[in-house]
């Protein structure tokens, strides 16, 4: 991927390890690069990918960082100062003896063994790639983790993580919401703050978790405000604030999320995240992804359904949460700079205490209590395809979420 350099505007083809292991075989010194004389002769492990015990002592083939495959070379155990790359591959090694039936003491591996080693090896690296990717992409203080220890898979094709919604065509943002004057605006709202002038009540506590009920709308301050970023009604905004893992579930619901936080009841999680897309639009896109067994479609149906998040291409970290029927995050409508109510923001709040460790879901087929609510339903519709009105037959999809509440069907 390419790179830049501190001090140059033209994109390298090399990356920044490549570049180092350049000038070091060439004995080059680049103060940039950190590459002086002393250093020529250090090199770095990228991965290992094979394993022989020779009398006793161990070897091990290295995949130099920098440097191509027809140059890695084999190493005993003591010239390798990476003890937590070793302590990978030995749990990799032992997954592949025992795919391949082997002995786990076996002083050597078999053509399968090694293919199952290098793959997991590239696999891992193309994930740490990836990992990189998102989190230069993000602009929240939470980081993002990717974690596959399920199967051979690399990061998703065909997919761009973004930051903010992608507007697709048809889609018009024009409200500009007004700014509030107050110097305090929990503590002190001049006039309900922004969520009183739209004739609401402030939905957030002194902690920034939401303390009106689902269904009612989040108005927060906006760039047209007074008061400053660290205001306590600027949450959703603010992003995510939780370390978090995307992983590979190993019961079939492909990638799923994790916290690596213990996440307090009522916390804002992460914002669901996409391209906004008309109804027809969305109505379109539905029946191709029921036939593909997808389900990315959320709409905006706050007031109407006029608008769709489409997230199947274009997303954040909420592509990746799975459906519990038994769920232990909740969706409201959220107002910040636009106040288009058929263009509200979604974002996730904790139903209850969750654990560090804990899966993150929500319910694709949530509904609010019309009780004390405004709207008369959040509806994650995921599958437009077979809706009333359509030619296309509905589609059965079995729930693997394992609650004991569990509905059998997602649709």
């Known amino acids: 991927m390419a790179q830049y350099l501190k001090d140059c505007s033209v994109s390298c083809k090399l990356s920044w390890d490549d570049l180092q292991a350049v000038c070091r075989r060439q004995r080059l010194v680049c103060e940039q690069l950190s590459v002086t004389k002393h250093n020529f002769n250090d090199y770095e492990v990228e991965y290992l990918c094979n394993y022989r015990n020779i009398q006793g002592r161990e070897f091990f083939l290295v995949k130099w960082k920098g440097y191509s495959e027809a140059e890695n070379t084999w190493e005993p155990r003591k010239n390798l100062k990476c003890p937590k790359v070793i302590r990978q591959f ?13 002995p786990l003491d076996s002083t050597s591996l078999d053509a399968s063994s090694t293919s199952f080693l290098l793959q997991k090896a590239k696999q891992r690296l193309k994930l740490l790639r990836w990992e990189e990717q998102l989190n230069r992409t993000c602009k929240h203080k939470g980081r993002i983790f990717v974690l596959n220890e399920v199967d051979l898979d690399g990061p998703p094709k065909d997919f761009t993580y973004i930051s903010d919604y992608r507007i697709g065509e048809g889609v018009k943002m024009s409200q500009t919401a007004p700014g509030c004057e107050c110097a305090n605006c929990i503590k002190e709202p001049v006039n309900g703050c922004c969520a009183g002038a739209s004739k609401h009540r402030m939905a957030y506590n002194d902690s920034r978790q939401v303390k009106i009920k689902p269904g009612l709308p989040i108005y927060e301050c906006n760039s047209q405000c007074c008061c400053g ?9 603010r992003g995510i604030q939780y370390d978090l893992c995307i992983f590979k579930t190993a019961n079939g619901r492909g ?16 914002e669901y995240l996409g391209e906004i897309i008309t109804s027809e639009e969305a109505e379109r896109r539905g029946e ?50 636009n106040l288009d109510e058929h263009l509200p923001r979604i974002a996730f709040f904790a139903t209850r205490a969750i654990r560090a460790g804990e899966e993150l879901t929500f319910d694709y087929k ?11 339903k959040i509806d994650a519709c995921f599958s437009m395809a077979g809706a009333q009105g ?16 569990c509905r059998k069907y997602l649709f």
């Open 90 to 102: 030995r749990r990799d090694m032992r997954l592949a003896l025992l795919l391949a039936n082997k």
């Open 229 to 237: 970023p660290d205001c306590g009604n600027r949450v959703v905004q």
């Open 255 to 270: 990638w799923g999320v994790r916290t690596l936080e213990r996440i307090h009841k009522n916390a804002f999680i992460m």
């Open 288 to 337: 191709t992804y029921d036939k593909q067994g997808i389900t990315y479609l959320f709409d905006l149906d706050y007031v109407d359904d006029v608008y769709t998040v489409d997230a199947a291409h274009y997303g954040n970290i909420s592509h990746f949460v799975n459906h519990s029927c038994d769920p232990n995050l909740q969706v409201y409508n959220v107002f910040i700079d």
């Open 366 to 376: 949530m509904t609010i209590d019309e009780v004390d609510a405004e709207s008369a």
């Open 390 to 405: 359509t030619p296309v037959k509905p589609m059965r999809m079995e729930c693997k979420c394992g609650a004991e509440k």
